[in-house]
C-alpha cells in the first residue's frame, strides 16, 4: 500500500497469473477484509463503482453504501452475464447512488429512492494549458492542417464508417486519433492517408496535443454502448478553447447543443460542414 498526496492511501492487489476468476474473487474478498481489519477501520463507507466488485465486500460491515454508476455497463461489449444481476443486489444495499449524466439518472432513479445526477468534473486548468499554444509533439508535428482530433478509448462506441466516410469525403482534413483501440480488432479501422492513429496517451501529455488542433470531435455511435453516455471530453475540450463537433449523443446534446457550446452533427454532410 502506498500514501499519496493528501494523505489517500492506495492498496493494489496482486494475485498469481493464470489464476481463474471465481478464485480470484475469493482472494480478493479475503484480501480486502484482511486490510480494513489490519487498519483498523471501525467506521467506513464501502463505495461502488461497478457491480463486479460487490463480492469483495461479502465480509464487510460498512457504515453506508454508495453505488457511483457512470455508465450502463450491462450494455458494453462482452459484459459479464452476471453484472445485472450484481447491479440489483447492489441497489438493495446502497445507502445512496450517484449516476454520471441526466439520461442515465432517468433510468436508476425508478430502481432506487435515493439516486443523484452527479456528472464528472474536470480540471479546467490543466485542459486550458492548449488555450496558449504548446510546442507539437513529435508525432503529430509533421501532420498538416486542418486537424480533427480525438483522445479516449477507441472501441465498439466509435463510429468507424462516419470517421472513414468523413476522411473519403474530405481527404484534406487530417484526423487525430489518440487512445488504445479495446474490444475491436485494429484490422477494422479504416486506413487511409489523413487517418492518424496515435495510440495512448497520458494525461499529462493531452494538452499538447489538444493545442495543436483545429477542431476536436467525438464521432460515437449512436447504439446501445452510447445510449446513456455522458462523455467528460466534452468540458475537456471546452476547456481547452477548442470548437467540438458531437454525434446525437443525448448528454451531449443537452445541454451543450442545446446552449450553442458544441456542434451536432447528425449525417455524414452535417460534420464535415
Known sequence: MTEKKGGVKVAVPHLPDGTEPAEAESMLAQMVFELVKNEGFETYVAWFYTPMMLPLSARLDPKAVIYDCMDELSAFKNAPAELRDRERKLFDRADLVFTGGRSLY???????????CFPSSIDVEHFARAVDGRDDPDDQSGISRPRIGFFGVIDERTDIELLSAIADMRPDWQFIMIGPVVKIDDADLPRSANIHY????????????????DVAMMP???????????PTKTPEYLAAGRPVVSTAIRDVVRPYGEEKLVRIAVTVRSARG
Open 106 to 116: 432517468k433510468v436508476k432513479r425508478e430502481q432506487h429512492p435515493s439516486v443523484h
Open 198 to 213: 496515435l495510440g495512448g496517451k497520458t494525461y499529462d501529455e493531452l494538452p499538447e496535443y489538444i493545442a495543436g488542433w
Open 220 to 230: 460515437f455511435a449512436i447504439n446501445e454502448s452510447t445510449k446513456f453516455i455522458s
